[in-house]
């Protein structure tokens, strides 16, 4: 390996942190490149939970460099927490994590504003209030404010200066609210400052130059390919490309410096927040999945919603992101089902789509063919021979449909609970 990158291949939540921790160990440095504290990445070791949402996944091998890309929101005091967390359980991150001046800030007043939307809009989205999509809105007006511009603390100022007053203004005008004080932003934004500057770095050039020293790269990819801007849900996205365009554009790598794309399916589907779900189970099943799945938001705790694998949001995925293989997730959950539907392909009245629609708003209606469960415990299998035959064959015909490479297998939350498979 050189230069990996891990992408979600559904609606986020597919267990992609669990396999960056797997991967880890054997790559030298890992890198988020897109998404911000909405993201929620957990990591179990030794039966002790950990959930990231800013600091890559990688974070709990000791001897790994972690980096925050250019195409992450970073929301400074959210981050020290995280640091302060982290390093009360023993593990050091000092100087093995290094953030991009190129990141983009969240600030109090962009999370303010994801309440505000939200709450005035009449198609709700359900975010995770985390001032993912005002953050990256300010960036697009160019009123954003970088990492980099907290180390010289006029300009500080001077930006800070020309995004709140139009902010400030928003408030009042629109909301009938009271303006947000420069000083206390700019304490918090000292703050973070003062504890971070050592870590502040250009994340692009310093990838370049790893990947000359034949480094072993790992790309953190948060949410999931029907959440990506451009290509997922839209409106009901976050608003970052969650795809493989956004490990380019969120480390500054060129397309040839990237060898593998592994994507990360859950074997079957979650959604948290609103928006069309075609494989969605309102029903006992859907509910059982919760249930044993643990299907409740790593960053909201809201229960996610559930239902059953879509092959056809898996074939748009290895085409979006030239998906190299596949790591199938939490395969011991369906444990227990008679039969495991899967969606073959959509139709829409009667019609037959050869796509991934780019939107929902027509009544799509899954193509659904059931397999034969398996009652058996898989958690303890350590390899393809070992899964029962039932589950075996779930395998080959995700596999088989799909013509790609399902290269690790994940039966159970603990870095234990994996085999590899090709
Ligand atoms: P991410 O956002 O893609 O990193 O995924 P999350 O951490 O939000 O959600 C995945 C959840 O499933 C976490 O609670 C993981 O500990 C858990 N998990 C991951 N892989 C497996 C697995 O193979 N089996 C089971 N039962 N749980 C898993
Ligand atoms: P990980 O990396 C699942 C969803 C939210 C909402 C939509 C927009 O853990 O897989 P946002 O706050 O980004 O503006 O919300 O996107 N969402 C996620 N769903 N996993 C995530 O991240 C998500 N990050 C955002 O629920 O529907
Ligand atoms: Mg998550």
Not at 134 to 152: C, E, F, M, T, W
Not at 191 to 220: C, P, S, W
Request: with cysteine; hydrophobic share 35%; proline share 4%.
């Amino acid at each position: 390996m050189s230069c990996v990158v891990i992408i979600g291949t559904q609606w986020g939540d597919e267990g992609k942190a669990k396999m960056i921790d797997y991967f880890s160990a054997g790559a030298d440095i890992i890198v988020r490149y897109q998404g911000g504290a909405n993201a929620g990445h957990t990591v179990v070791t030794g039966g002790v939970k950990h959930v990231f949402h800013l600091i890559p996944s990688g974070i709990l091998h000791p001897d790994k460099v972690c980096v925050i890309g250019n195409g992450v929101v970073l929301d400074p005091e959210q981050l020290l927490e995280e640091v302060d967390a982290i390093e009360k359980q023993g593990i050091e991150v000092g100087s093995r994590l290094f953030i991009s001046d190129a990141a983009h800030l969240i600030l109090p007043y962009h999370k303010l504003f994801d309440e505000l939307v939200e709450e005035s809009r009449a198609d709700r989205i359900g975010t995770t209030k985390r001032g993912i999509g005002p953050a990256y809105s300010d960036k697009a007006l160019r009123i954003g404010i970088r990492v980099g511009d907290v180390l010289n603390d006029e300009y500080l100022a001077e930006r800070l200066a020309c995004g709140l007053s139009m902010k400030n203004r928003q408030l009042a005008q629109m909301y009938d609210r009271a303006p947000f004080d420069s000083a206390k932003i700019l304490d918090q934004v000292r703050n973070f400052r003062d504890r971070m500057k050592g870590n502040i770095i250009n994340t692009q050039y310093y990838l370049h130059r790893a990947v000359l020293q034949k480094k072993k790269i790992l790309l953190e990819g948060a949410q999931g390919v029907a959440l990506d801007i451009d290509h997922g849900t839209y409106p009901f996205v976050t608003s970052s490309n969650t795809t493989i365009g956004g490990a380019l554009t969120g480390t500054g790598l060129s397309p040839f410096n990237i060898d593998k794309i592994i994507g990360i399916t859950k074997a079957y589907v979650t959604r948290v927040g609103e928006g069309p779900f075609p494989t969605e189970d309102e029903g006992d099943d859907g509910a059982r999945l919760r249930e044993k799945g643990g299907e409740f938001g790593s960053t909201t705790g809201r229960p996610r919603r559930c239902g059953w694998f879509d092959m056809e949001i898996m074939r748009y995925s290895k085409r979006v992101n030239g998906l190299t293989s596949l790591a199938l997730t939490k395969l011991d959950v369906l444990s227990g089902f008679k039969k495991i539907k899967v969606a073959a392909g959509y139709e829409i009245d009667g019609r037959r789509l050869e796509y991934f629609p780019s939107s929902m708003h027509h009544r799509i209606r899954p193509v659904y063919e059931e397999l034969d469960g398996w009652d058996e415990d898989i958690s303890a299998c350590r390899s393809f021979e070992a899964l029962p035959l039932n589950a075996r064959s779930y395998v080959d015909y995700i596999r088989k449909t799909l013509d790609i490479p399902i290269s690790i297998v994940s039966v159970g939350p603990d870095r234990e609970n994996t085999f590899i498979l090709e």
